[in-house]
Structures are given as C-alpha cells and as structure tokens.
C-alpha cells in the first residue's frame, strides 16, 4: 500500500533529476511504501526518455505537460497523481541530502496535522557570494529547528504535507504566473486555516539554482509588476515585506508618519539610486553592502516593478 508520495515538480532539469532519484533510492527502506510522482512541465532536455528508460525500484508515475504550463499548475498536477496519505515536495533543481526521507518522517510523528518545511543550501563545491548567503538567510532558513514558521515565509521547494489538507485548500493559485507569490499565498492560507508550519531543516536539499545576481534582481522586479499586487489582493492587511513601507509597498500598519517618512525616501528608491546599487552590488562580491543594502537592492526593485504594473 503507497503511503506517501514523493512529488518532483521538473522543468529542464534532467541533469538534476538524476542524482535526486538516486538518493532517494538509496534512503528509502520500505519501497512498497513508497512511490515518486515526476511532474514535468514540458520539458525539452530529455526528460521523458530518460524516465521511460529508467530501472528504478520504487514505484514511478511520469505525468508530462505538452505545454509549459507553470509552477502552480505543475504542482498541482503531481498533486492529483498522488496517492499517498502523505506528500514531500521537491522542486527538480533540488537534491535530497542523506537524512531527508528520515527527517520527514519523523516530522510527521511529531506534527501530524502540521505542515513541515525543510531547508536547502547551494552545493560546497559552488563559489558562494555574498547575496548568496544574504538570500540563504532570509525568512525561515534562520530559524531554530522545529520552529512555527509564519505563513509569509512558506516556500514550495522542499516542504511536507497531508493530501488531505493540500486538497482542503484546492491545492496552488494558478492565478499566479511567472516566479514567487504561490508560495507565500499558500503559506498565509494554511496560517489562516490554524495549520502549523514546522521548520525542519534536517530534511535537506542541495539546490542547484543557477542564476546570476542581475538575473534574480529582474525576477524580483517581475514579481512586483504582477504577483505582488495580486498577493496583496488576496490577502488585505496582511503585512508581506517588514520594511515594505519604506519603499512605498502598501502596508496595513502604515499611518501618517510612516507615510511622511516614505514620501521623504523617495529619492532613494528612484531609478537612479537602485541602478548604482546594482551595479555596486556587482563590485568585489558586493563588498560595500550589508543586509539592510541588500534588503533595499532587492525589494527596492519588486516595489518599482509595483508601481509599474498599470504602465
């Protein structure tokens, strides 16, 4: 009988895939138990001969999309092929590090009607830079273990959770397009119905997330032009950004002198000021900065993408 379901959400990632499924193979003790659902969102590296040529011992489903359709829907998908009581979810860029399986199992003992969200680092063999480890820092990464993770600071990459309440919840927003806003809607959706979010962060992944620092700034931008002003929508006096409201992002905490106060910070989140930041941000591994420049660089441009949504 398949009690839990390992679902790998894919794109483009055979190469990563690969050493995913063995490690998987080698922690997993009880196969009957077990099953792993690949979901692959029209991916043209070939996936879909590498799966259909696999010899794996743990039972496979392979459900390939014949068009990109996005993470939310993919997600989705892999879902709904499920048919554990139980569900951990990797992204294809992740690599389950030697006690991940373990880890959640665990976890589900001791939060059986949580969620459980475990934590991911960049390969040791990988040049670290200094936004890097900013971004590694962030939200629940810095969290003892087992800690209540707050809703805002969900991610879908590495988490687990019962079936029953991802269908409780219909599962991702597909309204959600392009990358981020999914997770953190998910997240304050769960911390609205009551349901924990556990830090785990012995259930580990090694994340081969290969982007380069303009790369990234531009997606944080994107995410400002379409996922956030619908996130905010969605979730009406949630607080999304702590500092949201030095940049001028709504805020429902904001009153007149927080207002005053961003009106007077204007210029220095103008056009200008963030194109030296990130050129800056490129000089000797952003030696100059520290994590208020680094907050300021990124969210300074996901809230200039959100004044030009209506553009």
Same mark, same amino acid.
């Given at each position: 009988?398949?009690?839990?379901?390992?679902?790998?959400?894919?794109?483009?990632?055979?190469?990563?895939?690969?050493?995913?499924?063995?490690?998987?193979?080698?922690?997993?003790?009880?196969?009957?138990?077990?099953?792993?659902?690949?979901?692959?969102?029209?991916?043209?590296?070939?996936?879909?001969?590498?799966?259909?040529?696999?010899?794996?011992?743990?039972?496979?489903?392979?459900?390939?999309?014949?068009?990109?359709?996005?993470?939310?829907?993919?997600?989705?998908?892999?879902?709904?092929?499920?048919?554990?009581?139980?569900?951990?979810?990797?992204?294809?860029?992740?690599?389950?590090?030697?006690?991940?399986?373990?880890?959640?199992?665990?976890?589900?003992?001791?939060?059986?009607?949580?969620?459980?969200?475990?934590?991911?680092?960049?390969?040791?063999?990988?040049?670290?830079?200094?936004?890097?480890?900013?971004?590694?820092?962030?939200?629940?990464?810095?969290?003892?273990?087992?800690?209540?993770?707050?809703?805002?600071?969900?991610?879908?990459?590495?988490?687990?959770?019962?079936?029953?309440?991802?269908?409780?919840?219909?599962?991702?927003?597909?309204?959600?397009?392009?990358?981020?806003?999914?997770?953190?809607?998910?997240?304050?959706?769960?911390?609205?119905? *009551?349901?924990?979010? *556990?830090?785990?962060?012995?259930?580990?992944?090694?994340?081969?997330?290969?982007?380069?620092?303009?790369?990234?700034?531009?997606?944080?931008?994107?995410?400002?032009?379409?996922?956030?002003?619908?996130?905010?929508?969605?979730?009406?006096?949630?607080?999304?950004?702590?500092?949201?409201?030095?940049?001028?992002?709504?805020?429902?905490?904001?009153?007149?002198?927080?207002?005053?106060?961003?009106?007077?910070?204007?210029?220095?989140?103008?056009?200008?000021?963030?194109?030296?930041?990130?050129?800056?941000?490129?000089?000797?591994?952003?030696?100059?900065?520290?994590?208020?420049?680094?907050?300021?660089?990124?969210?300074?441009?996901?809230?200039?993408?959100?004044?030009?949504?209506?553009?």
């Amino acid at each position: 009988m398949i009690n839990y379901s390992i679902v790998i959400s894919t794109y483009n990632q055979v190469e990563t895939l690969k050493p995913a499924l063995e490690s998987l193979r080698r922690q997993i003790k009880n196969p009957k138990a077990f099953e792993i659902v690949i979901a692959d969102d029209a991916s043209s590296d070939g996936t879909a001969d590498y799966v259909r040529k696999l010899r794996y011992p743990i039972f496979l489903k392979y459900s390939r999309s014949e068009t990109n359709q996005g993470r939310a829907k993919n997600r989705n998908r892999g879902f709904e092929k499920a048919a554990g009581e139980w569900l951990i979810f990797i992204d294809g860029d992740m690599v389950p590090g030697p006690d991940f399986v373990e880890s959640y199992l665990s976890a589900w003992e001791a939060f059986p009607n949580g969620v459980s969200l475990g934590s991911y680092g960049h390969p040791t063999e990988w040049k670290s830079s200094r936004w890097h480890r900013y971004l590694e820092s962030r939200g629940r990464l810095g969290m003892a273990p087992e800690a209540r993770v707050p809703g805002k600071y969900f991610t879908s990459g590495n988490f687990s959770i019962k079936k029953a309440t991802l269908k409780c919840l219909g599962g991702f927003d597909t309204s959600f397009e392009g990358w981020g806003g999914e997770d953190t809607d998910f997240g304050l959706r769960l911390e609205a119905k *009551n349901i924990s979010l *556990n830090f785990i962060p012995k259930a580990f992944c090694l994340h081969y997330h290969k982007k380069s620092l303009p790369e990234v700034i531009d997606e944080y931008e994107r995410f400002g032009q379409s996922g956030y002003p619908l996130l905010i929508k969605k979730h009406p006096g949630q607080t999304i950004f702590e500092k949201g409201w030095l940049l001028g992002l709504p805020d429902s905490t904001t009153g007149p002198a927080r207002t005053g106060v961003s009106l007077l910070l204007w210029p220095l989140r103008s056009g200008p000021v963030l194109g030296l930041l990130r050129r800056l941000a490129g000089v000797k591994d952003a030696a100059l900065f520290n994590d208020f420049l680094f907050d300021w660089l990124f969210y300074g441009h996901l809230a200039k993408g959100y004044r030009r949504r209506a553009r």
